[in-house]
């Protein structure tokens, strides 16, 4: 066997980690040079600094390796360290370092901890060398930290012994000589910390200004009032309502979150995804039906809504591979049991409601075969005032009710998450933040004259046939959704004056992808409150209007 193959790789390996140093060097003159306990003391300088000699590092807690107990170390070799010997070779290492130096040593620990703002204390190593220096051979802790000099703080006492800028400044600012006006220096000479504080102070007013989101010039881009301005659709507006300044960051800056790349093991598809996969179903096995001029019965459509449901299914996965054959049979197993909900509910429903249209493309390109109220032009909705606004989407249905004979539709839109968002309070468009349904009202009803002379819109209504919700349908009729128009304009014109204030409810934030741009978010909500009850922010009627301050109008 030659030399080569004699090496244990392994050892060499461990041994290379201990013995092998990254960038280091030895002692020099002139320089500082830190070392272990165990490596230090050899030099044989004058001055030694020994750091780091608070309780909760030397000699330390002695926790036990969870993986294998010193009683199980005890069992299997007497050579295995235990936690008792580790803190003995700390201890041990101490005596030794202390008893080979020579000149003057220094001990120091830190009183405070940083990470969590809590008082730390010395080690046993103080009290030995408080007893032997001092004389006291029964000092206890009280008369130790008697003896201590007082704390320290990084932050030097005087300018005179900074060693970089950040220090000069700190000194500066918190030393013995600190200025008599440190905010008004530090701004001088930081123009960009001034603009901070000229920042927070507007915000903490009661005026409504550039720094709350008031951004004039923004109107240009952003007025929906003028010729050639963008077409809206619900999920902008109802963003608006939610949080204006939320709609700046996302529909006028153009900041977006970054893809988040991580795939989760225990999903298939994500809420979206599922949601999309669930409105193909629905829409093609509806679709079907129709073609072959059928209404849902449970009886005979489960296995045609199984076929149709599995194709989809088929699709999606060859796009977004399942991360195991458990996860993929959990989602499916879920999926179909909301698709038989969809079912069993349907069949009860279209007994009074016959399906005619189905995604419903206004200003889009339509789906699949499309439907004959489809159109690529994007539709005027008239305002209160007399302004109008061009808005555009897509409904997932439009249902004629029986017996009508073509006068009288329905609209639905199918939702797979949850019914919370449509509960809150007695206000149908709470607040601007659901304008959904009376904008798609307004679309199809431009659509339905001409091709069902004088028909009209009964009711426009969500479907939840998710587990959670189990079916539920929530619905207004077309007179009670009809104040949400005005909400529309108010909102428009906060887009057409360029004000994207903060939100005054932090629940709005709860989902924000911009959350860290808003601040202390309870901060920001009531700064924006005292704003909201400051007439002179005539910039901001629209807003408290949305919010139902200071009016007494009871409808939308």
Known sequence: MNEAESVDPWSWLADLARTANAGGSGPRP??????????????????????????????????????????????????????????????????????????????????????????????????????????????????????????????????????????????QTCGERALKNPSRVITTSFPHLAHGQIAVKARQSDLFTEYDGYVPDAAAKCNPFVKGARALSASRLEKLGQCPLDYFFQNVLGISSPED???????????????????????????????????????????????????????????APPPSEEVFAAEVKEIDQIARIFLIEEERFCKEHIPRYFEVAIGLDSDREGTPLDTQESVHISLPGGKRILAHGRIDRVDEIAGSKGKLFTLWDYKTGSAWKFRQGDKVHWQGRVIQNILYVELVRKRLKKFHPGAQIQSFGYFFPSLREHGERISWTAAELEPGKQRIAWLCELLASGCFPDTDNEKDLNYSDYKLAHGDIDTATRAISNKLDNPANEMLSPYAKLRDIGWEDDNG
Not at 113 to 128: E, G, I, Q
């Open 30 to 171: 002139g320089c500082l040079h830190v070392s272990s306990l165990r490596g230090g003391g050899h030099t044989g300088r004058g001055h030694t600094f020994i750091v780091g000699l608070d309780d909760t590092r030397f000699p330390g807690g002695g926790m036990q390796d969870p993986l294998l107990l010193d009683a199980e170390r005890a069992s299997l070799s007497d050579e295995l360290v235990t936690s008792d010997d580790r803190l003995d070779n700390k201890v041990d290492g101490m005596t030794r370092l202390l008893a080979r130096l020579r000149g003057e040593v220094s001990l120091s620990y830190c009183a405070r901890s940083l990470a969590d703002d809590r008082s730390l204390f010395p080690s046993s190593a103080f009290m030995t060398a408080y007893r032997a220096v001092s004389g006291n051979k029964d000092g206890d802790h009280e008369s130790l930290l008697d003896w201590l000099p007082a704390p320290v703080a990084f932050a030097p006492l005087s300018p005179d012994v900074a060693v970089d800028s950040s220090e000069w400044w700190l000194a």
């Open 261 to 319: 790349h991580c795939p989760d093991p225990s999903q298939w598809l994500d809420p979206m995804s599922r949601g999309s996969l669930l409105h193909d179903v629905f829409r093609e096995f509806m679709y079907r039906l129709c073609r072959d001029d059928l209404i849902p019965e449970v009886e005979r459509d489960t296995p045609l809504l199984t076929d149709v449901l599995h194709q989809e299914i088929a699709a999606y996965r060859a796009d």
